[in-house]
């Protein structure tokens, strides 16, 4: 058994992919549109070598009611090689860190449409360092 993706449903494709390729730094791998389907799968990677695993975005066209978001989803998790500067390039691009990264090691953000996303400090954690330390939890993550 081998593991493919794990899709997220999305109400904005553009939003979307906004946030988890100019802001989280993930890549398009690939796309398809089904007008019969009315729907659109886009297939994101990091691109790093040997990291074959992948987040679907599935955006149904003509879905106007938003689906409710359930906690029993979890989370995506991506390791980062420097949590406060990935942190700081999210927040200059307009996304919220739910969970700051005060002990160097782990933080959380949002999706546009709701999905927690992890961020993992790679290797040991940062020495704690303001702004973080002092910075409360925001919303839900």
Do not use: K
Not at 1 to 19: E, S
Not at 43 to 53: I, K, Q, S, V, Y
Not at 61 to 75: L, M, V
């Amino acid at each position: 058994m081998r593991y493919l993706h794990t899709m997220l449903r999305v109400r904005d494709l553009d939003a979307a992919i906004t946030f988890f390729c100019e802001h989280l730094g993930l890549t398009e791998v690939r796309r398809r549109d089904s007008e019969r389907g009315r729907f659109t799968l886009v297939f994101l990677g990091t691109g790093a070598e040997g990291d074959h695993a992948l987040v679907e975005l599935t955006h149904n066209w003509d879905e106007e009611e938003e689906a409710p978001i359930s906690r029993y989803f979890g989370h995506l998790a991506y390791q980062v090689d420097d949590i406060y500067a990935a942190c700081e390039r999210l927040q200059s691009g307009g996304v919220v860190i739910n969970r700051p990264p005060r002990d160097g090691r782990m933080a959380f953000v949002r999706s546009p449409d709701g999905h927690s996303v992890e961020l993992l400090q790679a290797g040991e954690p940062l020495e704690p360092v303001e702004p973080w330390v002092s910075m409360p939890n925001t919303g839900s993550w």
